[in-house]
């Protein structure tokens, strides 16, 4: 008889992969030791999808700091889940075409709206402080905007009385994962509309239902 090994609780589903003969490629949390891990997993065994899995891998450690765990397993250094931040993480991560070069992307986005650049300033011990570059204009209230969202798809905490700042409950510093967030941040419920059609999709095939 057949045994399927344990691979997680299941998190995240991109059903149809653009870059390689659309498989599925599910992203799946475990626990190591009371810590949150993360494995990106396909049931499909065409040539090639092992190199593509690790692409994604890799793609997901420059994108949001992610490091190794034990077994190609991914965890965050600061050992926390940031739940919603992973799968922002797993999914543009398998946007990105395997010819391409990943690199992290800057704390600084142009926002449309205020014509001002936005960065992101981190203060040490997970706190992240947002200002505008150029004409101010609107930027105050972008500002506000921006790191409103910013929390919402990292799961920030923010400031009554500090509307430009934000930080992270695990007390420690993502520069590369708000350099990701930072480019959602200013349409976030785009992003959070996006995150709920993945979730509808379907689900991994399992051994035998994918080639």
């Not at 922002?88 to 704390?107: E, I």
């Not at 200002?131 to 409103?148: C, H, Y």
């Not at 480019?183 to 095939?205: D, F, H, S, T």
Request: net charge negative; charged share 25%; proline share 5%.
């Amino acid at each position: 008889m057949s045994h399927t090994p344990f691979i997680g609780k299941r998190i995240e589903l991109v059903s149809m992969d653009p870059h390689f003969h659309d498989i599925s490629i599910g992203l799946y949390e475990q626990q190591h030791q009371g810590k949150p891990v993360y494995l990106v997993h396909t049931y499909s065994h065409k040539e090639g999808t092992e190199k593509r899995i690790n692409f994604v891998v890799e793609t997901m450690k420059t994108f949001g700091g992610l490091e190794s765990a034990d077994d190609g397993l991914l965890q965050f250094p600061c050992g926390e889940q940031h739940a919603l931040a992973i799968k922002r993480v797993f999914l543009d991560s398998c946007k990105v075409a395997p010819q391409s070069n990943a690199t992290a992307h800057p704390l600084r986005i142009h926002d449309k709206k205020s014509g001002c650049d936005v960065t992101a300033e981190s203060l040490g011990n997970g706190e992240y402080r947002l200002q505008t570059e150029g004409d101010p204009g609107d930027g105050p209230r972008r500002i506000a905007a921006i790191a409103r969202g910013l929390a919402k798809l990292g799961e920030m905490e923010t400031y009554d009385d500090q509307i430009d700042k934000v930080t992270f409950a695990c007390g420690q510093s993502h520069d590369a994962l708000i350099g990701l967030l930072l480019i959602r941040a200013p349409n976030v419920r785009a992003v959070m509309r996006e995150v709920e059609m993945m979730a509808a999709r379907g689900v991994l095939a399992a051994p035998g239902a994918q080639q």
